[in-house]
């Protein structure tokens, strides 16, 4: 305010000096200064919500208020209005109650996307029950866990009939659990139908004295962690949370006039916080589709005339990989948001599908407290780490030593800042203002997240498990997953940067690299699991290439051929039995082909070769 009221009376000459003095030497102050204004308007808000404690529930009853009659839901051919939604929900509350269901109850939806997910999500606020969101590819065992954690009491399973198949094999074990399995569909021979029991209720607002005691602060969902590496947590998300998924397309100045394509899992943060939420306190609608397809996607946007595209960075690598058409151009996208969005499909689905597009590029963690937000549409990047955000902001990059799987510290315990340009691992200071959304069940598995003692004795710090970088312009870019990166020949390996480079080579349609162990050797050596196009590998092409684009620490020494990965729910892959398997041809039926320094190609591993390599006869 000081240097404003001095600008404001001083001469025109001091003026332009002064602004040109703080554009050469604080170039990032300007945008930082309008990416502040319009955040604390959210915190703001956010802070009136919880002032009125309201749950997701409140939230669609003042829009039915408002804008009752908008479009809300679209899905296929059905459109749904914020008034028919807000109904809808309202008797998804009541059938919830006629089951004895109470406020801190839980029970769990098992559906694919479509509008009753979202009614019985909003429903159950209403009611003070909490659902917790099951991811629709887990099975058996894994699939029990995830129902055990959340201690649920009934279980809502969509009509798709590889539910009812996950479902049967568990069947005796939930009858065992005393839980209720209920269909929202027809009713089958084995489980009534929830839908008939919503169908025969009032859809009149719940009155208070009927409402759950539930919080600002308390869970809204249980959703569940990918589960790359080990059973998935149940993480719980309260409805301040929730509001605060709406960030994102607040930012992009989202309202009535937007449509928003959401062709990602409602069981996962990204679509239910971003995407469901942020529509809803928008005042936007919200386009789902059943299940991501790339080929299908500019059709949908076209149907439905979308204005923001919701990503996971796989699915735009996914899109760009289609054939090219007239009509690449053909739609109404303003603007796309998610994250993972490597730089190679960045560059080239602006290229393709038009420079105008606003890439919101973010970063965030179902359960984490730090945030990083592309605000000011930088290419490549996730956000800033300006000074003034530094001070702001509660997250923090250390530096960190990728062989020992630990942090790097100073001679007196304390881990030290990464520098400019560093990989470093992202932690983020635990307060009141940036909490962690807990596990649900014991406690060590949020404590196992937490740093303690950072900085100073008393502090705390989520761990992210992620290492990001700032560079010289105060650009926040992501390295990788701990773990992920290795050390091989004395130099570390980001498998994302390989992957980036391994996934435009020839004939290759999709790549995931990662480090095996090899008897006798230092560190892990490179190995890309690959998809083809078509065809056979092109193994003398292959080696050209990466080694025309890579150095020679990091080019894969194995090259795995297969069929398809195995995704996460949130279309990530999965590496971790890719890496337990490494090249071992006793357990692995695919090709695998070595990268043979002699021959200067790669050539078809055989178990002769593979004993080679482990007791060193062979060189890599």
């Known amino acids: 305010m000081i240097i404003l009221s001095y600008l404001l009376g001083a001469p025109l000459a001091v003026v332009g000096s002064i602004w040109w003095l703080i554009k050469k030497f604080y170039p990032w102050l300007a945008e930082d200064i309008t990416y502040a204004k319009q955040f604390s308007s959210l915190i703001s808000k956010n802070k009136k919500w919880e002032k009125s404690n309201l749950v997701v529930y409140d939230m669609l009853q003042m829009q039915a208020k408002k804008i009752g009659d908008q479009k809300f839901v679209l899905y296929e051919d059905e459109v749904w209005t914020y008034k028919q939604m807000l109904g809808w929900s309202n008797k998804c509350c009541r059938a919830l109650s006629s089951k004895g269901m109470q406020s801190g109850d839980k029970i769990a939806l098992f559906m694919m996307n479509e509008p009753a997910y979202l009614a019985m999500w909003v429903g ?22 995830c129902i055990d954690i959340a201690e649920v009491k009934l279980l809502i399973v969509g ?81 301040q949370k929730c509001f605060l998924g709406s960030t994102m397309l607040l930012l992009l100045k989202a309202n009535g006039n937007d449509i928003v394509y959401t062709p990602l899992p409602l069981y996962h943060s990204s679509a239910a916080l971003l995407g469901f939420c942020g529509s809803l306190i928008a005042g936007s609608t919200i386009a789902l589709r059943k299940k991501f397809s790339a080929s299908h996607l500019w059709s949908d946007c076209r149907k439905y005339n979308v204005t923001i595209i919701q990503y996971i960075g796989e699915t735009m690598r996914y899109v ?34 038009g420079k105008s597009i606003h890439v919101l590029e973010f970063y965030a963690s179902t359960e984490g407290n ?147 162990e090899i008897p006798g050797s230092e560190g892990r050596a490179g190995m890309a699991a690959v998809v083809l196009e078509a065809g056979e590998l092109d193994c003398q092409g292959l080696y050209d290439y990466v080694c025309d684009n890579l150095p020679s620490y990091a080019r894969p020494c194995f090259v795995r051929v297969k069929d398809c990965f195995e995704l996460t729910g949130t279309l990530k892959q999965r590496k971790v039995l890719l890496r337990e398997e490494g090249f071992n041809l006793e357990i692995v039926d695919d090709k695998i082909y070595f990268l043979d320094i002699c021959k200067k190609r790669y050539v078809l591993l055989t178990p002769e070769m593979q004993d080679g390599i482990k007791d060193g006869t062979i060189r890599v």
């Not at 000074?387 to 100073?410: F, H, Q």
């Open 320 to 353: 760009c990989k289609q054939p090219t058409t007239s009509d690449d151009r053909k739609h109404n996208v303003r603007a796309i948001m998610g994250n993972g969005l490597r730089p190679d499909v960045w560059r080239t689905f602006l290229d393709r599908y």
């Open 124 to 145: 159950s606020t209403a009611l003070g029950v909490v659902p917790a969101f099951l991811n629709t590819n887990v099975r058996t065992k894994s699939l029990l866990h």
């Open 159 to 239: 009509k798709d009939p590889h539910l009812f198949e996950a479902v049967n094999q568990i069947k005796d074990d939930l009858q065992e659990r005393d839980i209720t399995v209920y269909v929202y569909g027809e009713q089958t021979d084995e489980y009534e139908s929830f839908s008939n029991l919503v169908d025969m209720q009032t859809n009149e607002d719940i009155p208070q004295d009927r409402r759950g005691e539930r919080a600002f602060t308390d869970p809204a969902s249980y959703i569940y962690t990918s589960g790359t590496t080990g059973l998935p947590k149940a993480v719980k998300l309260s409805s």
């Open 370 to 516: 730090v945030v990083f937000i592309n605000f000011h549409n930088k290419f490549g990047c996730l956000g800033t780490m300006s000074p003034l955000w530094k001070k702001l902001s509660n997250g923090a990059i250390l530096k960190y030593n990728p062989e020992t799987d630990e942090l790097v510290r100073d001679k007196n315990g304390r881990p030290i800042i990464a520098d400019t340009n560093e990989p470093g691992l992202l932690v983020g200071k635990i307060d009141k203002t940036f909490a962690v959304s807990p596990y649900s069940g014991n406690k060590s598995l949020s404590e196992k997240k937490i740093f303690h003692g950072v900085f100073k004795e008393g502090d705390s710090y989520f761990n992210t498990g992620d290492l990001l970088m700032c560079d010289e312009n105060y650009h926040v870019y992501f390295c990788d997953r701990v773990g992920d990166t290795f050390r091989w020949k004395g130099e570390n390996v980001s498998t994302n940067e390989v992957s980036d480079i391994v996934v435009q080579g020839p004939g290759i349609k999709e790549a995931n690299v990662y480090g095996v």
